[in-house]
């Protein structure tokens, strides 16, 4: 057989004409990393916290520094009005670690900034190797990558992502040298997903006191073009309860967190999935448990921030309160504070509505290998059983990426409050979806060569 014929075209070869477009020609990319995919590091210092080569993490066992990986648990006040001290300086791109017994190879975000050029373009006069884009002289101003605070409650990271959206925009047309109304694409995996569905709908606006949602503008959308969602955990994640009530377990790259570290954590909270999905059932009498959101529930079993256990972590970031009746109280009341920001969150992005504006909106989810549906959880006992699967990426149900809302109902078409423009599916696990073929090369024809208007230029 000739050799012509056995060659065979990757998507670096499709696009490489399209990744020269000048600035001119295409929108600015936003890349939003998931959950734990952004270093944090202290402001002052500039030492690395989470997501450092070799001793880079936070250890739970020192006091000062699991106060600083922790968000502050601050009584008397809202989760809004305390801010964590470390900072996010960058997106992960290569360290392994175990999300909720899930190995988890960060440098997943490793291709993906590559495919889109973030994060340090290739200089143009670089040899290229054979699968890399080359963006051109005009490739600086064309993506951006999004670091975030994964700890904190995501409405008030959309906030954060509303004021470097502008910055972008500002900044692009700047380069352009014209007033024109910049749009921007962006490309999100896992939790980054529900960030920019809250961002859509309200742009920077955070959530209320009172935890109810600001008004509904859909400021976010009218300035996106394109919005991909790959992995997103719609409707939640398993997982996030196991890390919730069993803690993160060491890996050869990262320490150990206990679950009263990561309950501190609100953003974490918001990974779980909804009880109307009824994702739990109790082993004592089989029914399904309504308490998730409850902190009462999660006193009473003694789970996370709620069991007794907790003073141990709770001495070390309480280190001005001596008695272990006051650090008690503190740490359920944070633990009330996150599980109602968690509630909060949810209704606020749930509700069906129209998206209004031009935005187009793309899902990318897996659903080849069995993945948790139903768990069963026993009071006193923080291990999980899980009792039912379904098609999914092992992190993420298909069904809540899709936010598959035809649990209780005999309905054979979708039944979901998210309108996708287009869906699909991929054969990976969650932090190999975006290293898929289908992906990227979806992907950047969304992003490099899917025609505007009517798709004819002159």
């Known amino acids: ?86 900072r996010p300086d960058g997106v992960l791109r290569s360290l392994e670690l175990r999300f909720g017994g899930i190995k988890m190879c960060m440098s997943t975000y490793a291709p993906i900034l590559k495919m889109l050029g973030v994060g340090g373009y290739l200089d143009p006069l670089q040899k290229l190797g054979k699968k890399d884009l080359d963006y ?145 059932v109790l082993s004592t009498n089989g029914d399904v448990f309504d308490g998730l959101y409850d902190p009462d529930a999660w006193v009473e079993y003694g789970w996370g921030l709620g069991s007794k256990n907790a003073d141990e972590r709770l001495k070390l970031l309480l280190p001005d309160e001596s008695s272990p009746q006051a650090r008690r109280k503190h740490g359920i009341e944070h633990l009330t504070k996150c599980l109602q920001r968690a509630k909060a969150f949810h209704k606020s992005i749930d509700s069906a509505t129209d998206i209004q504006g031009d935005v187009s909106v793309y899902l990318f989810a897996g659903d080849r290998y069995p993945t948790p549906r139903q768990v069963m959880m026993t009071p006193h006992d923080t291990k999980l059983k899980v009792v039912d699967t379904g098609p999914g990426d092992k992190v993420v149900l298909r069904s809540s990426a899709l936010m598959d809302e035809r649990e209780s109902v005999d309905y054979p078409r979708l039944l979901s409050p998210l309108s996708w423009t287009g869906v699909t599916f991929l054969s990976g696990d969650h932090m190999g979806l975006t290293r898929d073929r289908a992906f990227v090369n979806s992907a950047l024809w969304y992003l490099l060569e899917k025609p505007r208007g009517n798709g004819i230029e002159a």
């Open 136 to 280: 051109g002289a005009q490739a600086i101003g064309t993506c951006f990558e999004f670091p975030y605070d994964w700890r904190v409650s995501l409405d008030q990271n959309a906030a954060h992502l509303s004021d470097f959206i502008d910055t972008v925009r500002e900044f692009v047309a700047e380069e352009r040298g014209d007033n024109e109304d910049v749009k921007v694409d962006i490309v999100t995996h896992s939790m980054g997903g529900l960030l920019l569905r809250y961002y859509l709908r309200y742009g920077g606006e955070i959530l209320r006191p009172d935890g109810s949602a600001p008004p509904l503008t859909w400021a976010g959308a009218a300035v996106t073009d394109h919005a991909i969602f790959c992995g997103t955990p719609n409707a939640g994640s398993m997982n996030a309860i196991k890390v919730m009530l069993e803690g993160l377990k060491a890996s050869p790259a990262t320490p150990a967190y206990d679950a009263a570290v990561l309950g501190t954590l609100p953003a974490i909270y918001q990974l779980m999935p909804r009880v109307r999905h009824a994702p739990a």
């Open 1 to 86: 057989m000739a050799l012509w014929r056995r060659r065979l075209f990757e998507p670096f070869d499709l696009y490489r004409r399209a990744a020269r477009q000048g600035l001119e020609s295409r929108n600015p990319v936003v890349v939003i990393p998931g959950v734990m995919g952004s270093r944090l590091s202290h402001p002052s210092t500039g030492h690395c916290y989470w997501g450092g080569q070799k001793a880079g993490f936070a250890k739970q066992e020192v006091g000062e520094e699991v106060r600083l990986i922790c968000h502050p648990v601050v009584p008397g006040k809202g989760l809004w009005e305390v801010e964590p001290l470390l």
